[in-house]
């Protein structure tokens, strides 16, 4: 057994921190609480215990005290509302700039993407101080990626993407965890996360220069497949316009707008017939089968990065 | 024993009761009296509590190291799956209401029996087919999905007995669904004359309460398990993405009961330690209304916040902070009702007898799992807690300090009204302390797990985590030998005990007016009730 217990996580994002104050500020409430009952209580057991020739006192209530013990708690609870639901807001928007990784889960391994090219099993190798986002999916059930020392976790969903950020703030190797139950080797459904000074960063992405860029496997990928034959940079009569197309608002034959996220390209791959857009044919076969959720990766990539 | 104990002599001859009035096997498996459906639930669930627990055990063994050494990685999962749904499917969620409820609720309004008295004989047949069959899943190698049944892994990739325990909770449900039914319609129109609503003890109040979650979210779950046990057998794509499914609505699905369902395992335990803090203090309660109320709130407000469960499961940020903002709004009633129960001990004339350690026990243990729901409840903590130990210690202070220690000190202050017999106090009191120092040293340590980072259902874990682990089983074997204690001198009581008057713990309420244990119809005539609830003696203070 250690030595020494750790009874803390260690502190390694731009979150980590603030998560903490946060969860100091309801262990503090609930301390005070709890060891206000906890006095009251056996104060009363005591002062009050049976004792020959003295009756209770039959008190029916106090309306005053009530709506104190009802609105004083309800202010407190609004403002651990108030507070995680801001700090949960805020941590949800991944920073413009940040590099985008992808995840995919499978029973039982963590599969990472680098856009530069390296790919990871179970591991993940980032640089300290630069925000990382992850595009994750699973190739079957539910899994969740969680790394205790950053404070975050978000479920991996099979059929579609999710999506955390996260900027490192202390060099180190972390714990990452499964955190949804899928079967046999969910225990085993485990890794790290190391957190490299940026010098040490760049000489590891040099030792894995052979690993070819995401996005250029991704065109590979799109031409072995016949994609380009409909979708080029420019629009053609069969498909939409790639150039530019990511991030844009698409309109669909039924007039709804869509977003063009990893989300719909996804689905215009396996399931083409889901959601048409305005002015084009429903001739777009689907690939279904034929595409890994690594290869949709590949093709996501590829397109994102037409400019 | 208490000073107020009436005890007959050993040579008077028991008079005729509920428990002799028939000794046949048949007498009791087609009884319709309320009281011994009571005690048929009784060794049922008790039954089923021993098979959770000996699961358990095996968990917190397997957990003493970090690796997996004692079961297999299947077996693993397979155990914690089973110790879930049998605690609360066939232990949690009857518990209180099928033993203590449908003993006391006829009793307690004044009346003879249920609305239904062969109603509510079907339910207990009805909970021990759901059972046989769950049990048969349990024997022909289990189920791993975790009580929760998420898909697809439960709908597709499972290869556990999935369907059988599916129609084993499907049909047990119905036996909740039943009793909720019969409680509402009995407190409804059979009180006697006199008993007016908010005469009521608060044990009817929260039964009633119950009753609501009971009829209107067991029917979700119900239907839920038949689309899972379809997709597995049909194909269809309802849930699995590989079928056109959506996982996400399972949870929703699923969740929608749920939740719903912790309130039904926790509302029949405040009205029990309502009862309990009023007459071991000797007081009326302080503030009934805002209890009684509390209880429909709770009803309510239970149905609202199913998706804290899900925060992180690629629900919509808006929706996270709608089911935060009511998660943060179920607590409050809960929080009145601890504020108000400690205010009853104020001015009381209190005696600790292993009842009322019981219900200290519980004001301790819940308002810890309760304010332990606030980090779940705030959003940005909770993505760090969710799917860890945080959570099991959550829901067991809950369940576990909560109701259960709410449903023993239930039993220890109905038991001489139940069997007409005293149990042996010292004993109780020491099972008592037990109880909650165990309960403590295997859970709070829990806490601790889940904010370092230690994921939930896992069998080998990193190193570090281990002396809290020790420690925790530690605990749980002081909580078994705890658990342990009372089985072994209630039994020894039905024999040995003292005989019981009508009134041992000198307590109002109409069941202590008739005798121990009472005649197959209860009253002799139908009482007409005049007073409020917990009408004890004392100088009457309207407000303080």
Redesign the interface.
Known sequence: ??SN?????ESASSISG??DQ??FF?VA??AF??LL??A??AY??IR????EG?????????????LG??II??IL??V??G???G???R??RAPLNATEIYVVGK?WMWKMQHPEGPREINELHVPVGVPIRLIMTSE???H?F?V??F?????A????Y?SQWFRATKPGKY?L????????????MIGSVYVMERAEYEEWLRSRAAEEPLSAAGKRLFDQLGCSGCHRERETSRGPALAGLFGTTAVMEDGRRVTVDEGYLRESIV?PRAKTVMGYEKVMPTYQGQVSEDDLVRLIAYIKSVQ | MSGDTQVMGPREEPRTNYLNAGYTLQSWLLTTDHKRIALLYLITITLFFMVGGIFALLIRLELLTPQGDLVTADTYNRLFTMHGLIMIFFFLIPSIPAVLGNFLVPIMIGARDLAFPRINLLSWYVFVLGGIIALSAAVAGGVDTGWTFYTPYSSTYSGSHVVLMAIGVFITGFSSILTGLNFIVTIHTMRAPGMTWFRLPLFIWAHYATSIIMILGTPVIAITIVLVALERVLRLGIFDPALGGDPILFQHLFWFYSHPAVYIMILPSMGVISELVTCFSRKRIFGYNFIAYSSLAIAVLGFLVWGHHMFVSGQSIFAGMVFSVLSFLVAIPSAVKVFNWTATLYKGSIELSAPMLYAFGFIGLFTIGGLTGLFLATLATDVHVTDTYFVVAHFHYIMVGGALMAYLGGMHFWWPKITGRLYPELWARLAAVLVFIGFNLTFFPQFILGYLGMPRRYFAYPEEFQALNVFSTAGAAVLGLGYLLPLAYLLWSLKYGARAGSNPWDAKGLEWEIASPPTTFNFETTPVVTEDAYDYPGEEVAVV
């Open positions: 057994m250690q217990i750790p009874l803390f996580p603030s998560v946060l969860y309801l409430v609930s609480f709890a009952i906890f009251l209580v009363f057991a009050y215990r049976r004792r003295r009756q209770a006192r039959q008190i029916h209530g106090s309306t005053a005290l009530e013990w009802t708690p309800f609870v609004m651990m509302f507070w995680g639901a700090l949960y807001y941590n949800s029973q079957d059930v539910i969740s969680y205790p020392a404070r975050i976790k978000q479920d969903l099979p059929g579609r999710t714990h965890f499964c955190a949804e139950y899928c079967g046999t080797e969910h225990s085993g399931n």
